[in-house]
């Protein structure tokens, strides 16, 4: 069985820092590319950053580049998105995603709340 369990999430002020952590099981994490959307109430699910199987390989949305980091941990199957400098924009539901983008293979987890508010 595929579980993403997210943790991490909260209530953060502006310019203020957060980690999500999400921990990996029931898939060969390291085949997978691992992945960090959100999605804001009423707007689409949007990527935010992603670590492909490859170590150090990474890719962000541009709005996210220079504040946030996604690291993967191949020995404990987890990523982490050390989140800086974080504006109320920032306010969503986090997911957890494992792709294999070229089999159609797609989990997701059950996401965690930021908010970013003073």
């Known amino acids: 069985q595929v579980q993403l369990v997210e943790s991490g999430g909260g209530l953060v002020q502006p310019g203020g820092s957060m980690r999500l952590s999400c921990a990996a099981s029931?898939?060969?994490?390291?085949?997978?590319?691992m992945g960090w959307y959100r999605q804001a109430p009423g707007k689409e699910r949007e990527m935010v950053a992603r670590a492909l199987p490859t170590a150090g390989s990474t890719n962000y949305a541009d709005f996210v580049k220079g504040r946030f980091t996604i690291t993967r941990d191949f020995a404990q199957n987890t990523v982490v998105l050390q989140m800086n400098s974080l504006k109320p924009e920032d306010s969503a539901v986090y997911y957890c995603?494992?792709?294999?983008?070229?089999?159609?293979?797609?989990?997701w987890g059950e996401g965690t709340l930021v908010t970013v508010s003073s």
């Open positions: 995603n494992a792709e294999l983008p070229y089999f159609g293979v797609n989990y």
């Open positions: 029931g898939i060969n994490f390291s085949n997978f590319r």
